[in-house]
């Protein structure tokens, strides 16, 4: 059973566009985040957050907006798509924030952007 | 320049065979350091985190060390079986929130 359910599995958008990203864990853990990772290239860290709060936004762009309703809910709204936004979106969760907590992952969202 | 380098970036090995992988950083602070593997298409999963100057740590067929002076750290898989094939990640954390990422090695394991 995924502990970490992203919604969807893939989608496809067009230029301009607006879709959210969905992201629920069930471990009961109090810090979420997210990643994006493009085609042949490292994975990197967007946001963090922890007990619903925003810790770190390592986003450029304020196209990219993180959305918690609920402690075990972090949404990532993008909206005024770019082909550039393609990638594999992950989300991933910890106990606790920062330190060498294990990292728990979904198993991604791929973005494709038209 | 890239902060988290990983050698080789993709490895055949016979199944049953042992190998290591390497990962040299040069990032700073270097908190801590994990490994992960990532099967195509899929999530990562979190293999091992090495956090004190010469850590050691093993996981099963999986041992990882950590040296914080030489900024380096080693991934040995033993009697490494087919569904060993798999990208490994070196990721080094700064002790926040950030972690930096490798680039990965690919590992293939042949019957």
């Known amino acids: 059973d995924p502990k970490i359910i992203q919604k969807p599995k893939y989608l496809v958008a067009v230029t301009g566009s607006e879709k959210i990203l969905i992201c629920e864990q069930y471990?009961?853990?109090?810090?979420m985040y997210w990643y994006r990772q493009s085609a042949k290239k490292p994975l990197e860290f967007m946001f963090s957050?922890?007990?619903?709060?925003?810790?770190d936004n390592q986003t450029a762009s304020s196209r990219f907006q993180p959305q918690s309703s609920k402690k075990n809910h972090l949404d990532l709204q993008i909206t005024a798509l770019k082909p550039d936004d393609s990638a594999t979106y992950f989300c991933?969760?910890?106990?606790?924030?920062?330190?060498?907590?294990?990292?728990?992952f979904g198993s991604g969202t791929r973005l494709t952007v038209l | 320049k890239t902060q988290v380098e990983q050698s080789p970036q993709s490895l055949v090995v016979r199944q049953g065979e042992n190998c290591v992988l390497q990962?040299?950083?040069?990032?700073?602070?270097?908190?801590?350091l994990r490994w992960f593997k990532q099967d195509t298409g899929k999530g990562l999963v979190s293999l091992t985190v090495?956090?004190?100057e010469n850590d050691k740590t093993s996981n099963g067929r999986y041992s990882a060390t950590l040296d914080k002076d030489a900024k380096h750290s080693t991934l040995h898989i033993t009697a490494t079986l087919l569904d060993d094939t798999a990208t490994y990640i070196c990721?080094?954390?700064?002790?926040?929130?950030?972690?930096?990422w490798g680039s990965g090695t690919k590992l293939i394991i042949k019957p």
């Open positions: 991933a969760s910890s106990q606790d924030p920062g330190g060498a907590e294990t990292l728990y």
């Open positions: 471990l009961g853990h109090n810090a």
């Open positions: 957050y922890s007990y619903q709060k925003l810790m």
């Open positions: 990962c040299n950083y040069s990032v700073t602070p270097d908190n801590h």
């Open positions: 090495l956090v004190h």
């Open positions: 990721v080094v954390g700064l002790g926040n929130y950030q972690l930096i």
